[in-house]
């Protein structure tokens, strides 16, 4: 008995010991170059800011400035540009993604679907760049579908143009993504329910919108969620495609450092795009903790 | 019953013709600029004309080879997604193994912590660092693209690290050392090949994500190491031309190497299977 103790004793000292040694490197890793940077953004969010300097000064007074200066039109048009083309852009995804989706999983054969699936991968890991400069290709003075977005009496240089190439750009990464998301969700669907509900008279479509609409739902609400909070700290895309003119919150992030040196007005805005991103994976988590409960 | 089954059928041809309608503009809206940007990187004029090329030609991608900034940041990217890769999957994999080895205080928080970065926008992940190291006196571009890639990167590797040991079973490591191993024995020979998968899935997203981002490394770029991503947006806004078509070109047919190999070694399904399109 007293052995078998001194036993458990001894495992559980060892493996107190391995976790140490294991956890320790991410754990110093993460606290160096994660937390410290983004306390250290708070801290910077709130020093006072000296035009003409890289940076806040030594003892710069702490002030809420640097926020208040956020309260005003051309910020407030900033988060509005990137609420809404972000929002537009997840669902636009979600409404070819979530056909897709299902298309891979019931009608593929094994060897298709295997096709499909190295396809989409392929587009996940592709570099951001490629995908944007595809875009700009496609819609650009050159593209293809440049003439379509003319026909429709869209002029090149108008402000919708470049929102819809922008659009453009966002959905062609949130496809990829949204789809393998809800392949998850659409695989662990019993197809016998479908048939069930067909062949007792409903039609294909009702079926559909009875049984694998709703038994989705949950997948199809985080994996807007997923796409939207991918969209809203897009940076690449609205900087290339948006030619200027559309400026996400990551892009004025970045004038702040390249164009006029204001690190402390970046921070500020740092902290604000951290507190959209943290409010929407929040509502995702709510969202698992509601379908766990049903 | 009859006109009802008709309506419903006639109902279903719509609603079905409609969804593949989607399906097909949604495959198409997803290959064809990436094949355009193929196709004209082979284009043969020296200008940037309207599709079809006239003639094909190399003569964009010998152009992108005589630019000694994309060489030189060529060299640099491969240097530094290889330096993430065996960081990130050397702590990673750590990590993962500590995080499954039985319950303790506070695992749900270190995990979602460890993940964490995930979901911290990617730019202001670069921000925050530039701050942070600039204040801490660290100037060395490499070391600061290098801890920058690995922030990012190292959540996948953990993620698939924990995805693959989900499965395996403890006892194994146990009845080995039972019978004799030794726990260094049994680490190298139980643990390690039971998480293969998840230590190929994690290395070839840590170098993917690594050799492609421009979000953080645009930061942390300084003029002796700047990454070619960082090269090719700042070619993009000066001038759009054709050269970054033959570099996509180039970079699309890493991406594909990498995913034959993923497909050889772990197969699709199982990269799918391991937690990073989690809903």
């Known amino acids: 008995m007293t052995n078998a103790r001194q036993q458990t004793a001894a495992i559980s000292i060892s493996d107190r010991r391995d976790r140490a040694i294991t956890l320790a490197p991410a754990v110093l890793v993460l606290a160096f170059g994660f937390l410290s940077p983004l306390i250290n953004l708070a801290i910077e969010s709130l020093k006072e800011f000296t035009p003409g300097r890289v940076g806040s000064v030594e003892n710069a007074a702490t002030t809420v400035q640097n926020y208040h200066e956020l309260a005003n039109q051309a910020f407030a048009n900033v988060l509005l540009t990137t609420f809404w083309i972000g929002g537009v852009a997840a669902l636009v995804g979600q409404l070819v993604a979530f056909p897709l989706a299902y298309f891979i999983v019931r009608r593929l054969s094994p060897r298709m679907r295997t096709l499909a699936l190295g396809f989409l991968i392929t587009l996940v890991l592709s570099s951001v760049l490629i995908k944007t400069y595809a875009i700009e290709l496609t819609f650009g003075s050159v593209g293809i579908l440049r003439p379509l977005l003319l026909t429709v009496g869209l002029s090149a240089n108008s402000r919708e143009y470049i929102n819809i190439v922008v659009i453009a750009g966002l959905v062609h990464s949130i496809i990829p993504v949204a789809t393998l998301t809800l392949m998850g969700a659409m695989q662990s669907i019993d197809p016998r329910l479908l048939d069930a509900a067909q062949s007792l008279g409903a039609p294909g479509w009702k079926a559909h919108l009875s049984i694998t609409l709703p038994l989705s739902l949950p997948a199809l609400v985080s994996s807007t969620l997923i796409s939207l909070t991918f969209a809203i700290s897009a940076f690449v895309i609205p900087m290339v495609l948006g030619r200027g003119r559309v400026l996400f919150m990551s892009n004025v992030i970045y004038t702040r450092f390249s164009d006029i040196a204001n690190y402390p007005s970046g921070a500020a805005i740092s902290l604000v795009m951290l507190a959209t991103a943290l409010a929407v994976i929040s509502v995702i988590t709510l969202a698992h903790a509601w379908k766990s409960r049903r | ?279």
């Open chain 2, 1 to 279: 019953m009859s006109t009802h089954s008709r309506t419903a059928r006639s109902g279903d041809r719509v609603a079905g013709a409609l969804a593949y309608g989607v399906v097909g503009l949604g495959l198409a809206f997803l290959a064809i600029p990436l094949a355009i940007t193929c196709l004209m990187a082979f284009d043969a004029r020296t200008f940037l004309g309207p599709l079809p090329p006239p003639a094909l030609s190399l003569h964009w991608f010998e152009r992108l080879a005589s630019q000694a900034d994309i060489l030189s940041s060529l060299r640099t990217s491969l240097v530094l997604a290889v330096l993430t890769t065996i960081l990130s999957v050397s702590i990673g994999t750590a990590a993962a193994v500590g995080l499954a080895r039985g319950d303790f205080p506070g695992k749900g928080i270190l995990t979602s912590a460890f993940l964490s970065p995930l979901i911290v926008p990617p730019v202001v992940i670069g921000f925050g660092l530039l701050l942070f190291l600039s204040k801490a006196g660290i100037t060395n571009g490499m070391a600061r693209l290098l801890l920058g890639h690995v922030i990012v990167t190292a959540p996948y590797c953990i993620r698939t690290g924990l995805a693959s040991l989900l499965g395996a079973d403890r006892r194994l490591t146990d009845a080995a050392m039972i019978l004799g191993a030794t726990e260094r024995q049994a680490f190298w020979s139980i643990t390690i090949p039971l998480m293969k998968t998840g230590i190929i899935t994690g290395a070839i997203f840590a170098f993917a994500i690594s050799m492609d981002d421009v979000s953080i490394s645009l930061f942390l770029s300084d003029p002796s190491a700047t990454t070619l991503p960082v090269t090719l947006v700042s070619n993009m806004r000066a001038a759009f031309d054709l050269t970054i078509a033959a570099a996509a070109v180039i970079l699309m047919a890493v991406t594909v190497v990498l995913i034959v190999v993923l497909d050889r070694l772990v197969g699709f399904d199982n990269v799918v299977g391991q937690g990073l399109f989690r809903s």
